[in-house]
């Protein structure tokens, strides 16, 4: 408990009694420290104090780094410490969708040089203790699974060390009350808007709950020389009196309207039905086996093919090659303008599948540039995936797969760039900064990133990029600002897939969700679900195809063309509409229901998949007592009063994980037509 003021000598001197907006080290506020710069004559304590605020139109933008875009005014903070320290704060505010954002820029006002050593993009103070912690963990082929705990005094935290947020954590958590649930109680959300190591902090003290979001402290020193500034990533925040379904839907819209870009973003323009090569063939195959396996693609409906790893010079598995971006002959005896041209011919658009960020020790360009791979100057660099990653930090490495990557995509119109990543950063180092300077290293690898994928869009307006790190391990609010779809997992198995998908929702809309029906039994979990239920997913993501196509009788692929039809009929439903989870998904994946409704509510597409499907009534929520419903494939008419309360009657199915998918179309209601 504080303590009543009264009893205090001197309100005024503790500060961690004190809810505060930008909380600095060393000066009393005895939380847990995360901004700590460190002057020259070596004090690591901060002494900011309100200097100026001012509103400014438009909403900011911040130089090199994604941020939200849109939007309203600008509430902008000057904070000085005079030491020789300032720091901006930016507020965004989003009215549309809820949203605030904050970016905070660090200035040395000083004559001498100072080091910061560990800044916050945002710290929030809540008055109150008993809130719940939500984040969204686990690993390879099993992404985002939500975590729900109440706070215990201390720390707890998220983050990575891995130089991107890697499959084990989420660079976003929710705060809610006790009693908060899908469609009712308060939650507070946060996403940091990076794709580096970074941290997200809760912490319970004797004053409320701190919530604390940026770049992971660990390897991070910045020298700012005096003049200089530090800009922070974006954080994002949402507040929501309906449970976290409330919130979901601020930050659908906020990334849908305000994160994805121009021609991708909100519905502007359809996204193709694509067939990848990875799951049908890995690294088999040839021009034929390609042209073969487009062509079924066609007849199911694709009209985007992917060809997936495997392409480039000498690729045959994944000891070699990465780096030199050059078609193989050997598979490719026309080069990417043949095959492009062919697939074309096929009444088909062509995408890339290129890993830039990655070099084989067994390539031409790791045999020319050993130095232009992270490593540590008299250690062994470690191998991860028999590969290393480019320094990303040095502009000469960047402008080589620059050069390497625009003479591929000029010389045929490559419509789609897969551009993954599949190893976390180690052995961090770089051969081009002085040794005081290592601890910038990771961040400007990011930005680094961030920088080509920038210059690939400004050169490419019109390319559909898909970022992906071994499925979902850099799946953030920053990779969204340049690519509007990631790869969710590498886990396509639909069962697994409901639970990944939904932990993924809390943030993200289902248009930005990588997903494709694959081959049963599922390559990696070896399990039978049905193609109903793997529609069903596929339609709740990005949908397209990842299997052996040309296994398939023509009957099969006319059943899957009859989905593709269906996906692209929906498309405006389904990329815009608010997604409501009707019966969550548990851990042990037994069933889900779910529901996609236009904002209008005259559309809904309603999913179902696994053990829900008993034969059981589905109440649906959202349904407009005053009107009624059809189904127009099945010619079935509800009456929206039964739909909210008795329910929606389900099918009972046999079979392994079977799945459900049933469009509903409001007719207009009495009112309307008068
Ligand atoms: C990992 C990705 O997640 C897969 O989809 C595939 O592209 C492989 N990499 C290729 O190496």
Redesign the pocket.
């Known amino acids: 408990m504080p303590l009543p003021a009264d009893l205090h000598p001197d309100p005024g001197c503790w500060p961690d009694q004190l809810p505060q907006e930008w909380p600095a080290s060393g000066l009393g506020d005895n939380r847990a420290p995360f901004f700590v710069p460190q002057f020259a004559d070596g004090t690591e304590a901060a002494d900011l104090r309100f200097a100026a605020a001012e509103v400014l139109p438009g909403k900011y933008s911040l130089l090199g780094l994604p941020a939200f875009w849109g939007g309203g005014e600008t509430l902008k903070v000057t904070l000085t410490d005079p030491a020789g320290l300032t720091v901006y704060l930016y507020y965004g505010v989003f009215e549309d969708c809820d949203l605030i954002t904050r970016a905070a820029v660090l200035e040395n006002t000083g004559t001498k040089p100072l080091t910061l050593h560990g800044v916050p993009s945002a710290v929030v103070d809540f008055a109150r203790k008993d809130l719940d912690f939500i984040t969204f963990d686990g690993e390879w082929a099993a992404e985002r699974t939500p975590h729900r705990a109440p706070l215990r005094p201390g720390v707890q935290s998220v983050g990575s060390v891995g130089g991107i947020p890697l499959h084990y954590h989420t660079p976003f958590a929710i705060l809610c009350a006790p009693d908060a649930g899908e469609a009712t109680g308060e939650a507070w959300g946060a996403a940091l808007v990076y794709s580096g190591n970074y941290r997200v902090q809760a912490e319970l003290n004797a004053a409320g709950v701190r919530l604390a979001l940026g770049i992971e402290p660990y390897h991070f020193h910045w020298t700012l020389a005096p003049g200089e500034r530090f800009t922070a990533p974006e954080a994002a925040f949402a507040y929501s009196a309906g449970g976290y379904g409330g919130l979901r839907r601020c930050f659908h819209n906020a990334i849908r309207r305000h994160l994805l870009r121009a021609p991708w973003r909100d519905m502007a323009r359809p996204r193709p039905v694509l067939l ?1 090569s ?1 799951e049908a063939c890995y690294f088999a195959f040839d021009e034929a086996k390609l042209l073969e396996l487009a062509a079924a693609g066609k007849k199911a409906g694709a009209d985007l093919f992917v060809v ?3 392409w480039f010079k000498g690729r045959s598995d ?1 000891t070699s090659s990465l780096g030199d971006w050059v078609a193989d002959p050997a598979k490719l005896p026309g080069g990417i303008p043949g095959l492009c041209k062919k697939i074309n011919a096929l009444g088909m658009a062509l995408g890339l ?1 290129v ?1 830039p960020e990655a070099v084989s020790p067994d390539s031409d360009l790791c045999r020319a540039h050993p130095d232009w791979a992270l490593h540590i100057p008299g250690r062994e660099t470690l191998a991860i995936r028999h590969q290393y990653t480019l320094d990303f930090s040095r502009a000469d490495v960047r402008e080589n797969i620059w050069q390497q990557l625009t003479a591929v995509l000029d010389s045929a119109p490559i419509r789609y760039l ?1 551009w ?1 990543m ?1 190893r976390s950063l180690a052995n961090v180092y770089s051969a081009a900064l002085p040794t005081a300077r290592q601890g910038e290293v990771y961040h400007r690898y990011v930005l680094g990133v961030y920088e080509l994928q920038e210059r690939l869009l400004a050169r490419y307006p019109d390319l559909l990029l898909e970022n ?4 979902g391990a850099r799946f953030d609010c920053g990779m969204l600002f340049y690519s509007p779809q990631i ?1 969710t997992s ?1 886990n396509t198995d639909a069962r697994d897939r409901m639970l990944i998908q939904y932990g993924t929702s809390f943030l993200c809309p289902p248009c930005v969700m990588g997903a494709h029906i694959s081959a049963v039994p599922n390559h990696i979990t070896r399990r039978e679900t049905s193609l109903a239920a793997r529609a069903a997913l596929a339609l709740t993501g990005t949908f397209g195809y990842e299997l052996d196509l040309t296994a398939f009788d023509e009957k099969t692929l006319s059943e899957l063309a009859v989905w593709s039809a269906f996906y692209r009929a929906h498309g405006e439903l389904l990329r815009g509409g608010d997604l409501y989870w009707l019966c969550p998904p548990d851990t042990e994946k037994r069933g889900a229901a779910w529901a996609i409704v236009t904002p209008d509510g005259s559309e809904a597409m309603v999913f179902a998949a696994g053990e829900v499907l008993d034969g059981r009534s589905l109440p649906l929520p959202f349904a407009d007592t005053q009107a009624d419903y059809t189904a127009p494939d099945h010619g079935q008419t509800f009456a929206g009063t039964a739909l909210r309360t008795a329910g929606l009657p389900l099918p009972a199915c046999e079979g392994d994980f079977p799945g459900f998918v049933l469009w509903l179309r409001k007719e207009e209601t009495a009112k309307e037509k008068a």
């Open positions: 990848n990875w997936d790893d495997g994944t599948w890993e897969k993954d599949n992906c790190a071994s499925g790869w590498d």
